[in-house]
């Protein structure tokens, strides 16, 4: 009779968080700042995958700005990120009765 199914809705919420987890494996994003003097590549893990920083701004010795461009693209990536597995999450569990 069209009753609630816990096992059912177990059983799909599995399947919603093993898809997730292989989305978040996937993913890579990228942030750069400083018009590009530093470049983060993180994936949906928000693992670091790579930093690229320009040598030009190194040279120039200003190590606070160069500390900032790198919480900056950081930052970026992290945001990323999360908008990315916002969108992923919300296309997922979308039809998951009560989510």
Not at 12 to 23: C, D, G, V, W
Not at 24 to 45: A, F, H, I, L, N
Not at 64 to 91: C, H
Request: no cysteine.
């Amino acid at each position: 009779m069209g009753g609630f199914n816990i096992q059912e809705l177990m059983s799909k919420a599995k399947q919603q968080y093993e898809l997730l987890q292989k989305k978040m494996q996937e993913t890579v994003v990228e942030s750069s700042s400083g018009g590009g003097s530093v470049t983060v590549k993180m994936d949906g893990r928000k693992q670091v995958l790579s930093i690229k920083i320009d040598p030009e701004a190194v040279k120039s010795g200003d190590m606070e700005m160069l500390q900032d461009l790198i919480t900056a693209a950081f930052n970026g990536a992290s945001q990323k990120v999360d908008d990315s597995m916002k969108s992923a999450m919300g296309g997922m569990f979308g039809g998951l009765p009560g989510i």
